[in-house]
């Protein structure tokens, strides 16, 4: 089990984590969190509704790890639009964005929160242990997938991986590139992911 999920009977997934582990699977869903930012009513006093009617940005973030989280949902980033579609692509990009990003936004910070939540817990009944076994139901299991693949989405953005053969040249980086523990980390991030699929997999 070390190193990748496995499936439990009856569903879920387990893995064993140690405790460094646990601190920078942590560590980088707070900050996927931060970076996510609050919601658009977070701020509202004594109006529980505000945040279900308010509407969501129409411009694409400016920060590019934001941009791979929340791509625009008309045309192809590796693609240039044909003349005239431009324009028609970032209208229709905008009204999109406008009505779907909060609950996206809204969504990311549940897994990244249930990440948090289970990780704490799992640090607290280990108690000085060196590490413990992670259990997740299959809800849970859902929710850690969706931010396995934004914390390697984020990670991915910041070492300009944009492609497979870019992660192919990051095999290769020599011990002393600073981008060496961010590639050590998107790549294990990766095995987790792949290995939670499968327990998810009938």
Known sequence: MPGHFEPLPGGGAAVALDDVEISIIRSLAVQLLELIGPGPAEDAQGDPLAELFAEGPSEPPSDPV??????????????????GEAEEQRAYSAEFRRYTENDLRAGKRENALAVIRALDALASAASGEG????????????????????????????????????????????????????????????????????????
Do not use: C, H
């Open 66 to 83: 934001l941009r791979r989280l929340f791509p625009d949902a008309y045309g192809d980033p590796q693609k240039a639009p044909e003349v």
């Open 131 to 202: 590490g413990a076994v992670l259990k997740l139901s299959t809800e849970e299991s859902r929710r850690w997938l969706g931010a396995l693949n934004d914390l390697r989405l984020a990670i991915g953005s910041r070492l300009d991986i944009v492609a497979e053969e870019d992660t192919d040249l990051l095999y290769r980086l020599p011990d002393e590139d600073p981008r060496k523990p961010m590639v050590m980390a998107y790549l294990w991030l990766g095995g987790l992911q792949e290995t939670l699929v499968s327990t998810l997999m009938p």
